[in-house]
């Protein structure tokens, strides 16, 4: 009778092994896919921000009102070329409102996942709102004081509604 148990609990401990070698495989190959995901997600706003820069005019003629484009607009307009935070969607607008609430303390990308409604504990998701708050400095919305920490530029820090904020 010995014997039988004991060969059961060594037929149990390979069992245990194998899957737990299986498993091992299966998170790196997770890994490896949400990594594949990232890029192709970045490929592909990048790819719609191209676009639509190449719809764009090359100059803009002073005098000359400014219209909304009736084709794709991009994800993120330069600051200087926007008359607000409404020419924002409202993703961007909502890291925004979370930048400002930050205020000097500035934002990090993991509270940016929070706030974009997406899972913080996935490595693709804070990376991914690690690039909109880079697009958002970039485009002169954000300042990057400290590595990772996102703030409102020191002139143009704004209220919760998005207003200058006049000191008061």
Known sequence: ????????????????EELEAELDRLRADLADAEEVLRHRAI?????????????????????????KPVGPRRAVPHRENAAG???????????????????????????????????SASASRVEGARARLKRLVERGWLVEAKPGRFTAPPSEQVDHAGRPDDGS
């Open 85 to 119: 935070l409404e020419d924002l969607s409202v993703d961007y607008q909502a890291v925004m409102a979370a930048a400002a609430e930050a205020g000097a303390e500035g934002l990090g990308a993991r509270r940016t996942a929070v706030v974009l409604g997406w899972d």
């Open 43 to 67: 490929g592909l706003e990048q790819y719609l921000e191209a676009l639509a820069e190449e719809e764009q005019p090359a100059e803009m003629v002073v005098g000359v009102p400014q219209r």
């Open 1 to 16: 009778m010995r014997a039988v148990l004991e060969a059961r609990r060594k037929a149990a401990v390979v069992r245990v």
